[in-house]
């Protein structure tokens, strides 16, 4: 089956230390995307890739870097993590045709202290 | 820039009743639109969509008509289950293509026995 798969589930980082989430999809798409989503906010876009080895910017790309090594992987790095960037962090694929369905992942719960 | 409003962030019902959620969009583009179903602890997954004017979608006892004139893809179940309690994400992408999905803020459904 398809899927999206997040890790880890969950972390507690500390501040101004550097966090890596990572992502992995086997539904053969070619479009990935990080989101962030906190309360009241939605889902918010912080990058995206539509090809290996090229990363796009979304929305709110402040203080957060993406990697994608391979179709596959998809990486968000938080170099120097804060306070405000705890959050819950979802990962999702796509066809290469846009308007398609997103599957996501079943999310990343990082605190920051 | 394009963006998707949603209303209500909570909605609280008892089972049987009707629910209506509102969804209201701006954008440039031909738009094309979402509904997401977030149950608590598991990932958004795709409830139903639309790109044509004026037509019902439905899936799973849920409908939705895209109204262009008024920019609406509102939410609709006749009679809404203790299953349906989750967050509700409306979306919008276009028919040019390019571009990642943009979500509104949610709305929660909680229904009570």
């Known amino acids: 089956e398809a899927a999206v798969t997040q890790s880890p589930r969950s972390k507690v980082a500390v501040t101004g230390g550097k966090v890596t989430l990572s992502c992995h999809q086997t539904n053969n798409h070619d479009y990935m995307y990080w989101y962030r989503q906190d309360t009241g906010h939605g889902l918010r876009l912080i990058h995206y890739?539509?090809?290996?080895?090229?990363?796009e910017k979304g929305d709110i790309p402040d203080g957060y870097k993406a990697s994608r090594p391979s179709q596959e992987n998809f990486s968000l790095i938080l170099e120097l993590a804060s306070l405000s960037q705890t959050a819950v962090y979802f990962c999702a694929s796509s066809e290469r045709t846009t308007n398609s369905d997103y599957t996501f992942g079943s999310g990343t719960r990082l605190l920051v202290i | 820039g394009d963006s998707v409003t949603q209303t209500e962030g909570l909605v609280t019902l008892t089972k049987g009743l009707p629910v209506m959620l509102n969804c209201t969009y701006q954008t440039t583009y031909s738009p094309f639109l979402f509904w997401y179903v977030q149950h608590l602890n598991e990932a958004p997954k795709l409830l139903l969509k639309?790109?044509?004017?004026?037509k019902r979608t439905e899936h799973q006892g849920f409908y939705a008509t895209l109204h262009k004139s008024s920019s609406s893809f509102h939410l609709q179940k006749s009679s809404v289950q203790l299953s349906d309690s989750a967050l509700y994400f409306c979306?919008?992408?276009?028919?040019?293509?390019?571009?990642?999905?943009?979500f509104g803020t949610g709305t929660t459904v909680s229904v009570s026995p």
């Open positions: 890739s539509y090809v290996a080895d090229s990363t």
């Open positions: 639309s790109s044509t004017d004026n």
């Open positions: 979306a919008l992408s276009d028919l040019q293509g390019g571009r990642a999905l943009i």
